[in-house]
């Protein structure tokens, strides 16, 4: 599916990364490159899945059992050179000094461009790509480091990025000495009892296996189909209020005036602009947004889904307001799945692509909009959290226990299978014609579907202070570090015998190439509790002066009872 997504959609479902570093030091410009690319060459060194490309097999094409001509596309992960300087060399052909060609980028018009050309990655080559924009020179003597990652969706997944990037950010701020000597480890010639790295596990071999005989495995799954066909759908929900009076349909996006073309490839249009969108609630908003978890007892991911489905319950009835409050629809929020919690517990590794399953959305009921912002989000929040809690590890087992009295792994085994059915149906519902399998999952008994499609999708990943600064806990407070040493020189001159260096996260942004009709809200806690939603949208499909309305409500609207709301 994603592979399809990247071909035939020009990079449909990429998953592109911002990371921003502070750097300090007395490296010069080209020993600060140097030092990027034995991280770099390190890094993919030690996470195969980003030396990885999808190509077709020398044999051609097959037939396979229900007459559909495969391809044969697969994933082939590249081996290790011999040596660190061909496995440097490998890895540069995925790096790209912007430098070379722009004296100055500003990153956000940079990863417009990125996302609205053709695909910037090669799939024949790698699935992945790191653009190294200019330094950019702050008030106090150190520099901003802006990094575009960019990787194909069949590698990795948005928690994965959330490895991933720190972890980069810990090999950078490794000695150069240490990363070329480990480079040298991971390139030498191995005897067979050293292993390499591993891959990842393959998903299927981490699912709970099903007790019993080939019989009954194969009933288990038969009685999970008849669940899914006679299962009650959810009720209909209201179209995403931010819709074009008159959607672009695929194939009339936007061409980009060529800002980047020695980078970029402006010859090809994808079928549709993929736009970004933020919203970051004041300190005092934030401190309502929290106040209203406390208050609920529920956590902040459900308060976040909360404040997205009253934000656009909100526009909904300003742009419609001849429409009665009976006639409303509820709100469903659909939402990406991590199945880790569910794996078997040997998998106790930090996340390294795995893939999201699909949600079946979560309602929210449309509420008077003559009640307290207060109130409406505290009821919004509950409804929220009991919602969510269906998917949590305790309830999933707790639902499990004595059922068949095969104790409390089956919640989670069925959870597992009805992500599984759910998927293959959604690849083969999403491949092209050509692509598709002719896989009919149900049989004859068709999933029972939802009447509409969600509103718009929600996740909430937590705090982006934890998730960045984990892996480099060890190294102390950067600023502190850097307190009483002499203003860095990064860029300029330096002595190579008494140069340092050090790179502290400023900032991250993660998107992703939409799908049609897509509008993907992103939520987060940054330094201070400050709350953030980044959206990816769907440009075709969802008016920009409306996006900014939603942004600017978004930001605003948990402050238009205060201070008299009892949050």
Not at 532 to 561: C, H, P, Q
């Amino acid at each position: 599916m994603f592979d399809c997504d990247g071909r035939k959609f020009e990079g449909r479902a990429d998953i592109h990364g911002v990371l921003t570093l502070k750097v300090k030091g007395r490296e010069t410009r080209e020993q600060l490159r140097e030092r990027i690319r034995l991280a770099w060459a390190n890094f993919r060194a030690q996470h195969p899945l980003t030396r990885a490309n999808a190509s077709k097999l020398l044999s051609g094409p097959t037939v396979d059992g229900v007459g559909k001509v495969d391809q044969q596309r697969y994933l082939v992960i590249k081996p290790l050179g011999k040596s660190p300087e061909e496995n440097l060399e490998d890895s540069s052909a995925t790096l790209v000094f912007v430098e070379d060609f722009h004296g100055q980028v500003d990153p956000a018009d940079f990863l417009k461009h990125v996302e609205n050309t053709g695909r910037a990655i090669d799939p024949s080559q790698s699935l992945s790509k790191l653009f190294v924009l200019p330094l950019i020179k702050l008030s106090d003597g150190a520099f901003q480091l802006p990094l575009v990652f960019i990787f194909a969706h069949q590698i990795t997944d948005g928690l994965t990025m959330y490895n991933w990037l720190p972890h980069f950010s810990q090999l950078l701020n490794q000695p150069q000495s240490t990363l070329l000597t480990t480079l040298s480890h991971l390139s030498s010639p191995r005897p067979p009892t050293t292993p390499l790295p591993p891959l990842p596990p393959a998903q299927e071999d981490l699912y709970p296996p099903i007790p019993g005989s080939p019989a009954h495995k194969r009933w288990s799954w038969l009685l999970r189909r008849i669940q899914r066909h006679t299962r009650r759908p959810l009720p209909p929900a209201f179209p995403n209020p931010l819709t074009r009076t008159q959607p672009l349909p695929p194939g009339h996006a936007r061409r980009m005036s060529p800002s980047y073309p020695s980078l970029l490839n402006y010859g090809t249009v994808p079928p549709l602009n993929t736009h970004r969108a933020h919203a970051v609630l004041s300190p005092s908003a934030s401190r309502q947004f929290h106040a209203v978890a406390r208050s609920a007892r529920v956590s902040l991911g459900a308060t976040a889904f909360a404040l997205v489905g009253l934000v656009m319950q909100t526009l909904r009835a300003s742009l419609h307001p001849s429409e009665g409050e009976a006639a409303r629809a509820d709100f469903i929020g659909s939402f990406p799945l991590n199945p880790r919690a569910f794996l078997l517990s040997e998998y106790a590794g930090p996340a390294d692509s795995l893939m999201l399953g699909f949600s079946a959305g979560l309602v929210l009921p449309f509420l008077p909009l003559g009640k307290p912002v207060g109130l409406r989000m505290r009821v919004l929040a509950r409804r929220a959290q009991a919602q969510l809690r269906r998917y949590q590890r305790r309830e999933v087992r707790i639902r499990g226990k004595g059922i068949g009295g095969e104790g409390k792994e089956k919640g989670a085994r069925e959870l597992l299978q009805d992500l599984y059915l759910m998927t293959a149906e959604r690849s083969e519902m999403l491949l092209g014609e050509e692509e598709r399998r002719g896989w009919v999952v149900q049989g004859g008994y068709p999933a029972r579907g939802n009447p509409t499609g969600a509103t718009c999708g929600v996740s909430w990943v937590g705090a982006v202070d934890a998730l960045m600064r984990g892996p480099m806990a060890a190294r102390g407070d950067e600023e502190g570090k850097w307190k009483d040493r002499v203003g860095g020189t990064v860029g300029g001159g330096g002595d190579e015998d008494q140069r340092e260096f050090e790179a502290a996260w400023m900032d991250v942004d993660m998107g992703v190439r939409v799908r049609e009709r897509e509008f993907l809200v992103g939520g987060s806690t940054l330094g201070q509790d400050r709350v953030s939603f980044a959206v990816s949208y769907d440009g075709n499909a969802y008016d920009e002066a409306l996006v900014r309305k939603w942004e600017e409500k978004m930001e605003t609207i948990l402050l238009e009872d205060a201070p008299n709301s009892r949050l």
